[in-house]
């Protein structure tokens, strides 16, 4: 009796289980059914929003390297032994300052032997002219006299410069970024490099501008400038000069932006991007740059009324912060859709994302 009662029982859960599984089957298909008409009839969720009204700007955008507002190599003009350095490199001078000096000994040799025929000469013109007063000599003697004291003045004033170039002066402000020789080097005139110079209390960087951005680059007066050696840190720069010439292998033009450095974190040689605002709108349309598409015809964007999606063509501006300015085709008062839009079709119906 108990085995028929266990027989019974076991009937009965094998046929609730198949009963469960036949439900489930059942669910399963009405979804699945569902989900196939929704497809069929082309219904898309997608997310809606509004365009923004803000301000856009139209940048420019460059790369360059810092210069030194003012550079100098600085050169010998007389041939000898360098005597000795008075600075080294990094050092902070002023205008005037001596640099290094070039054995004399040669030089004012020179010098005092041009000096003594000028006294001669000068001697001899004061006789001659007592001569000529007393009618002892001729006014040829006197010329003569005149042009011999003239030649030896003015082989006199050159030896001086010729001795005061053995003082190597600082031409004008200034560090002293290199110096190429040691006391006892025989220098010669012209070609041997002593020194190298450069201002740093401004900076400049030359900018190569297309030929197509040249007439919005009138405009501009001010740029921004960052340097990769110092993140964090943005500078104001001024548009100086333009070179007014455009280079015929590159099709660019050079302008010369100019930085104030007092505090010289500004090193020349730093890699630079230069940032030029060309134009700035106020209350501007614009959508989230993701929310373009585009075809063969240019860009568009999908609108949403009465649950159904409406392709609209625009005309994209300056795309920034991720938002891209449209010129033409919205208004600003539309309902566009921002996420889904790759699968909607011009008139098909959608589902909006709550």
Known sequence: MENKIGSKKKIFW????????????VIRFVVTSSDLNSRRQGVALVKIQKPFHENVQSILSYTGDALPIQQAAIYAKVAGNLDRNYVEMGTFVHSGTLLALIDTTELYQIYQQTGATHDNTLLLFERTKQLFDKSLASQQDVDNAKAAMKVAKANFDAAATHLSYAHIIAPFDGFVTARFLDA?????????????????DSVKIIVSIPEKDLQQMYRVQTASIMFDALPGQKFTGHVSRFSQAVDLS?????????????????????????????????????????????????????????????KISVKTGVEQNAHTE??????????????????VKDGSAVSIQK
């Open 326 to 343: 449209i010129l033409a085709g919205l208004s600003g008062e539309e309902t566009i859709i921002i996420i889904g839009q790759q699968f």
């Open 250 to 310: 590159t099709r660019t033009m050079a302008i010369e932006v100019d930085i104030p450095n007092r505090s010289r974190v500004i090193k020349p040689g730093m890699f630079a991007t230069i940032v030029f605002a060309v134009d700035q709108k106020t209350n501007a349309v614009t959508v989230p740059s993701d929310a373009l598409l585009k075809d063969d015809s240019g860009y568009y964007v999908f609108t949403v009324e009465e649950s159904k999606a409406h």
């Open 184 to 200: 006892g080097a025989l220098v010669t005139a012209s070609t041997t490099t002593l020194f190298t110079m450069m201002n740093l």
């Open 14 to 25: 094998g046929l609730g289980v198949l009963l469960v599984l036949l439900v489930i089957i």
